[in-house]
Structures are given as structure tokens and as C-alpha cells.
């Protein structure tokens, strides 16, 4: 059955954090100003497909890239959106300097998340001594909202199944984690040393991450477009074998039409997400990256479109001529 998203009035543990859930991307002008108004419509687009949740300043959200008081409105905004349809949200908290990621998740628990995300300190690698150091200051200050760890494969730090368990063990408001997955010897330790974490995996991975025990996905395929991502997520739990075969088709799309962005023409992560969502024709932004990215052209989109047409089963409903 699908997962029905909790109460977005609670924090969230590590059982309430299942499914699909939707990122947040950045409507930027042309000028590099944020255009809220085409946030508000996007945060409220988002809502109306009805995914598991809705997340905010992961790689896609350009955390990286914004001033404080950016911030402020932005999250003002979703945990208002979000807190008004009943929709579990997460606010991304991370910043490569530990102190101004602090500060931040100081200010975002007084919006009532159900729970903050965060990256590792980003500039020298810390030790694992250093990690537990970090998560147990920032748990000190979360109190009741809970910690999800966004570790992702450029992270200077790769954390293992092992480490996120001693993790866990050493900070119990650790109650997810957001990782790139891996081989089956990979989630055979998850399994093993990874118990009373949220594992979210990448979006185009998903059925085989949910096959062997993965919880859910902070979508790319969700930003290719939120319904499919949620028929797809739906499908893994009625009929596996073809909800793999849908994997397939999803990563043969990607194979063909995204990673050349990134490995041909090195094109950051957050510049494909954003071209996905134009791909998909749903958001209300456009695939422009803020100073001083690359944005991929627009012109690209509509033979993407047509791959996706042509290759991910329900997308030409979806997405008509």
C-alpha cells in the first residue's frame, strides 16, 4: 500500500521518513535574485501531486549558494506552504562551515521541521571522532527535531554502512541518512549495521535500493516530474519485477540524455535537476543556475522530452505533445 505521509505538525522518525519525497529548486531571475513568487507556486505545485514530503536546501536547492537572510525567507516560505496543506518538510540546514550550519539549524527548528539535513563540515576531511564531535553539538541544539545526514559522493568524506552505525549509536537523533547506495555487498552491510536509520537512495535507483531494504528517495526522478516518481514509488509496492523494469528505461533516459551534461560537459548536479524539471514541463523555475554556474541551455529540452517520451513508461501521458 502507499506510504501515507505523517502529520507535518511532529517531528519525524527514522519509521516516518518512507517514500518519495520532493526537493526544492531555486527560481533564479536573470539579474541572480531569488523570484519568490515563482517559489511560492512551485512549493505549492509540488504539494498538489501528494509526495511522501517535501525537502528543501540539498544539492538541488543551491544551499551553498545563498545569503542568510535568502535563507530565512526562503524556509519562512515552505515551512508556511508546507505547515498549510499538512505536508511533512524537511529544512536543509547544511553549509560547508560547521558555524554557520549551526546557526542555521538555530533559526529552522523555531519553523518546526519535521526534521533538519545536513552535510559533514566540508573543508578539511574530519576524522570519525571529528563527525561524532560535529552531530552531537548540532543534536545538542535540534532537541526534538531530528537529524538526517546528507552524505553524498562528492562529500570529502564517504561514510560506510559500519560508520553510519556507529554514528547512530553515538547520536540518537540521528534518524536518516541520504547516500548514494551501492552493491549488493554494500547493502548486505546496510542490513547488517544500519538498523533504525532512514536509507534514502538516488531516485533512478530506487527499486533496486527498495528490492533490498532501502526506505525511500529525495527524488531525482521527482524532479523529472513528481507523478512519476510517485507511480513508480506505488509500483515497487504492487509489482516489483516491472517496477525494475521501469528502473531500466529511467536509467537508459539518464545514461542517454543527462550524465554526457555531466561528464562531457561538466555541468553541476543541481544544473541537471533543474533541466529535468524542465524536461518534465512542471515546475514553475526554468534551468537557470546561479552565479557563477552553468545553467544548461534550454534548447536541449526538447530532445530530452522526447527521449523520456520515448522511453520511461507513463511520461508521454504525463508530459503530452
Known amino acids: 500500500m502507499p506510504v501515507e505521509p505523517p502529520s507535518a505538525t511532529r517531528p519525524l522518525e527514522a519509521a516516518d521518513i518512507r517514500g518519495t519525497w520532493a526537493t526544492l529548486m531555486l527560481p533564479i531571475n536573470a539579474d541572480d535574485s531569488i523570484d519568490y513568487k515563482r517559489l511560492e507556486k512551485e512549493i505549492d505545485r509540488v504539494i498538489g501531486f501528494g509526495v511522501n514530503g517535501l525537502y528543501s536546501n540539498g544539492t538541488a536547492g543551491e544551499f551553498y549558494n545563498q545569503t542568510e537572510s535568502e535563507f530565512r ?3 519562512r516560505l515552505l515551512a508556511h506552504r508546507c505547515r498549510e496543506a499538512g505536508l511533512p518538510f524537511q529544512i536543509g540546514v547544511s553549509h560547508m562551515s560547521p558555524w554557520i550550519s549551526l546557526n542555521r539549524l538555530k533559526w529552522a527548528i523555531r519553523q518546526e521541521p519535521g526534521a533538519v539535513q545536513l552535510i559533514l563540515p566540508d573543508w578539511f576531511p574530519p576524522t570519525e571522532a571529528e563527525i561524532i564531535s560535529f552531530l552531537k553539538k548540532m543534536a545538542a541544539v535540534s532537541a526534538d527535531v531530528r537529524i538526517v545526514l546528507y552524505n553524498p559522493p562528492h562529500a570529502k568524506v564517504r561514510l560506510t554502512p559500519g560508520q553510519f552505525g556507529r554514528l547512530k549509536d553515538a547520536v ?3 534518524v536518516g541518512v541520504k547516500v548514494a547506495g ?10 547488517e549495521h544500519m538498523a533504525g536509520l532512514s536509507v534514502f537512495v538516488p531516485g533512478h535507483r ?11 528517495s529525495y527524488s531525482n526522478v521527482a524532479c523529472l516530474h513528481p507523478q512519476l516518481a510517485l507511480d513508480w514509488y506505488h509500483l515497487m509496492q504492487t509489482d516489483l519485477p516491472q517496477a525494475l523494469e521501469w528502473e531500466q528505461r529511467i536509467q537508459q533516459f539518464m545514461t542517454d540524455y543527462i550524465v554526457p551534461y555531466i561528464l562531457d560537459q561538466k555541468y553541476a548536479d543541481p544544473a541537471c535537476d533543474k533541466f529535468l524539471a524542465a524536461v518534465g514541463g512542471w515546475s514553475s523555475g526554468d534551468c537557470r543556475m546561479r552565479w557563477p554556474y552553468r545553467s544548461i541551455p534550454a534548447t536541449g529540452v526538447a530532445e530530452a522530452r522526447a527521449g523520456a517520451r520515448a522511453l520511461i513508461p507513463t511520461f508521454s501521458t504525463l508530459v503530452p505533445e
Open 182 to 191: 551501492g552493491d549488493a555487498v554494500w547493502y548486505e552491510q546496510m542490513r
Open 73 to 75: 525567507r526562503i524556509h
Open 172 to 174: 540518537p537523533q540521528l
Open 206 to 216: 530506487l527499486a533496486t535500493g527498495f528490492r533490498e531494504g532501502a526506505h525511500g
